[in-house]
């Protein structure tokens, strides 16, 4: 095969495999402790309807809204006097009450877009409404931690491909859905023939540079990703589903010393224009159980009390059903902290004032870019303002 005809035929070409650029060979690279912080991002796509998530069943304008979608007080999953989890989220309630398990209400950003696409643009650059931004939030923060990186992956997407979160200037994350999948692709002959090849050419053609080099840092960080992952056998029992096998991946890369320092997983469907209440309570449970079983695979491991877990999605559902059981897009959303350190776990702020809408819809209470500069300035120690595009936000008072 020629040399061109393997570039255009191989997964690289289609950057389903995005490797940092700051990668160094495997070779290179010493064994480490670990101790540091790890944050990991669960992103639900579609936009969840957040008031049957968090339900505020403590007020009946909830009802007035929601005459047959409205979540039944006696169904409802009860945290405090006004507000409740889902009744298909059992299983994060004992996760609740050990305190690994903070809520933030009113989780936006001013001016909100209701397009999937675009919101969801502005949640991973962690832009204005009126900004358009090509790089990620965690992409900045990896091109403003990259002369300390002493790992060959410090950001990971357990996907096929690469959210824009995790893309940066000059270095981006790396998408691994499975680690010996991705070690034996490398493997192949005409792979290690091109990436031999690469070493001594790499930069004779400076079109083909980037990839040369992108198949010389592959090669040999998948080496790393393999054997380091296969030095702990992870034998904790997960719900079946692809999320939670997602996760179990992520509980088997950190309790296994990779020196990684994000991970970003994915759960879509979340769209419930239709017949909501069926698809969306499936959805909860299947994110709920996961997140429940990975939690405490951490902390037996003794790895929870180090990593913080986010959640969030692009926006909340309008406070009104619509004409088909469903609901249409929104705005302010709730989102979901999970750790063994939080300063204040349980019910953050004050439950989603259903009396004062903005056309129909939630105002935000918390932007979350405050969020990302708590995450930022606060766990992962680095100036929030280089990396929220030169903007100051206060952080939080929550880790």
Known sequence: MKRRDFIRNTALASGALMIPSFLKPFELMAAESIGFKRLVIIQLS????GLNTVVP?????????RPSLGIDTDEVIKLTTLQGLNPAMGSLREIYDQGWMSILNGVGYPNPDRSHFRSMDIWQTASGSNEYIS????GRYLDSNCVECKSPHTAIEVDDSLSLALKGISNKGIAVRNSDQLYRTT????FKLEADDAKQNMLSEDNLGYLYKTMIETYSSAKYINDTAKRYKNTFSYPISAFANELKTVATFINSGLSTRVYYVSLSGFDTHVAQRGQQNRLLKVYSDGVAAFIHDLKQANNLDDTLIMTFSEFGRRVSQNASGGTDHGTANNLFLFGGKLKKPGIYNES????????GDLKFQIDFR???ATVLDKWLGVDSGLILNNKRFNPLTIV
């Open 187 to 190: 493997r192949e002959p005409f």
């Open 370 to 372: 405050n969020v990302y």
């Open 352 to 359: 989603p004032d259903l009396k004062t809408l903005d056309n």
């Open 57 to 65: 069943f403590g007020d009946d304008l909830y009802y007035q809204k």
């Open 135 to 138: 790089t990620g939030w965690i």
């Open 46 to 49: 579609g936009g969840n309807d």
